[in-house]
T-cell receptor, first 112, second 114 residues
Framework: AQSVAQPEDQVNVAEGNPLTVKCTYSVSGNPYLFWYVQYPNRGLQFLLKYITGDNLVKGSYGFEAEFNKSQTSFHLKKPSALVSDSALYFCAVRDEDNDMRFGAGTRLTVKP | ETGVTQSPTHLIKTRGQQVTLRCSSQSGHNTVSWYQQALGQGPQFIFQYYREEENGRGNFPPRFSGLQFPNYSSELNVNALELDDSALYLC?????????????FGPGTRLTVL
């Protein structure tokens, strides 16, 4: 069965600095990988996905993620963080059986 | 905001009762998934419906059941409520059931079991 790990409960960065939120996964076949963001009292909002092709995936709000097959990682990145990026971020992996597994989440705090 | 709506927003029940949560999928989407998100955790997959048929199920007991209707809206039913069922229940719709289809989430229903 597939699984996903987000090794950091919390990430703190200063506004304007680059940010990285880490994710590693385990899946038996080809992975479908996703990043979602959750703001307080809201549902999850889709940011980006990797299915196949280019290892660098660009998504909403200036976020991007790099798929690394050898390290089984799919880290979320942004070159310049904004205070409004502060939220809870979830990595998710899906196999071909359509069972989507989410990580425990990483709370990103961007300080002015 | 996605086009996925859920009702009710909040619900308080007592142990042993039954509850029905509702979800309207985004226009054009034929697949609905349900998730349970306990406080401080990531969403846990309950089950998925594709064109009115169950298309996958997570590690939840049979007292969690669902339905999908011809208009692709969906219900989650939970019988014999337990205290640990207190959580945010999320519904997500997608264009189809294929693994690469992203899911669009509703705002959730906050269930409290006393």
């Amino acid at each position: 069965a597939q699984s996903v790990a987000q090794p950091e409960d919390q990430v703190n960065v200063a506004e304007g600095n680059p940010l990285t939120v880490k994710c590693t996964y385990s899946v038996s076949g080809n992975p479908y990988l996703f990043w979602y963001v959750q703001y307080p009292n809201r549902g999850l909002q889709f940011l980006l996905k990797y299915i196949t092709g280019d290892n660098l995936v660009k998504g909403s709000y200036g976020f991007e993620a790099e798929f690394n097959k050898s390290q089984t990682s799919f880290h979320l990145k942004k070159p310049s963080a904004l205070v409004s990026d502060s939220a809870l971020y979830f990595c998710a992996v899906r196999d071909e059986d359509n069972d989507m597994r989410f990580g425990a989440g990483t709370r990103l705090t961007v300080k002015p | 905001e996605t086009g996925v709506t859920q009702s009710p927003t909040h619900l308080i029940k007592t142990r042993g009762q039954q509850v029905t949560l509702r979800c309207s999928s985004q226009s054009g989407h034929n697949t609905v998934s349900w998730y349970q998100q306990a406080l401080g955790q990531g969403p846990q997959f309950i089950f998925q419906y594709y064109r009115e048929e169950e298309n996958g199920r997570g590690n939840f007991p049979p007292r969690f059941s669902g339905l999908q209707f011809p208009n692709y809206s969906s219900e989650l039913n939970v019988n014999a409520l337990e205290l640990d069922d207190s959580a945010l229940y999320l519904c997500a719709s997608s264009l189809s059931r294929g693994g690469g289809n992203e899911q669009f989430f509703g705002p959730g229903t906050r269930l409290t079991v006393l």
